[in-house]
């Protein structure tokens, strides 16, 4: 399986700033999925963000707010744009590899 | 994607078997049995997976039903690092995954 490096790890924001968070894989992957958890919830999906196209957004989440990137096969980046408080939770990318995915360690997100 | 069913949460002590059941009874013919565990503060960490057949890794085995409706992951010899949330998620493997709730696995002393 491929092994995803997140980072940063963790950041405190202030509100109305936005945050860059990238994801690289050290392999070529087609399909990249963007998560978000929040405090004491389970993972939700943001998007699936394929190389060459636009990413699709779940339900819910839309590209103003969370814009992605995929520039090639080994690197996404999801930005979390005009922060409030409410976004303050654990964002998680994950890649597809075969029959398995791997996911990132978590960007953890404090929005003050 | 089909939906699945696991208890909120187990308790389990050191070094016994912990086995953990979950509910898939609307699963397809081509959809996979897959449980992944999220330790806390980490993403998640992929256990096993599997189609039809039981199956077994260095971390756990996989037990399906003959009819596919339920399977129960076991970890032989639970240790404290053990502690986490169990996700049982059922896919065709060819988009996202799912996460339901998950069971909250907690390895007593």
């Known amino acids: 399986s491929a092994v995803i490096s997140q980072k940063p790890s963790r950041d405190i924001c202030q509100r109305g700033t936005s945050l860059t968070i990238q994801c690289q894989v050290d392999s070529q992957v087609t399909m990249m999925f963007w998560y978000r958890q929040q405090p004491g919830q389970s993972l939700t999906l943001i998007a699936t963000a394929n190389q060459g196209s636009e990413a699709t957004y779940e339900s819910g989440f839309v590209i103003d707010k969370f814009p992605i990137s995929r520039p090639n096969l080994t690197f996404s980046t999801l930005t979390v744009s005009n922060m409030s408080p409410e976004d303050s939770s654990i964002y998680l990318c994950?890649?597809?590899?075969?029959?398995?995915?791997?996911f990132g360690s978590g960007t953890r997100l404090t929005v003050v | 994607d089909a939906k699945t069913t696991q208890p909120p949460s187990m308790d389990c002590a050191e070094g016994r078997a912990a086995n953990l059941p979950c509910n898939h009874s609307t699963i397809s013919g081509n959809e996979y049995v897959y449980w992944y565990r999220q330790i806390h503060s980490q993403g998640p960490q992929y256990i096993i997976h599997?189609?039809?057949n039981n199956e077994t890794n260095e971390m756990a085995s996989l037990i399906i039903t003959e009819d596919r409706k339920s399977s129960t992951l076991i970890l032989p010899h639970a240790t404290l690092r053990d502690t986490a949330v169990y996700y049982c998620?059922?896919?065709?493997?060819?988009?996202?995954?799912?996460f339901g709730t998950g069971t909250r696995l907690t390895v007593i002393p």
């Open positions: 599997g189609l039809k």
């Open positions: 994950s890649d597809r590899w075969n029959y398995g995915y791997t």
């Open positions: 998620i059922v896919t065709t493997g060819a988009n996202n995954l799912f």
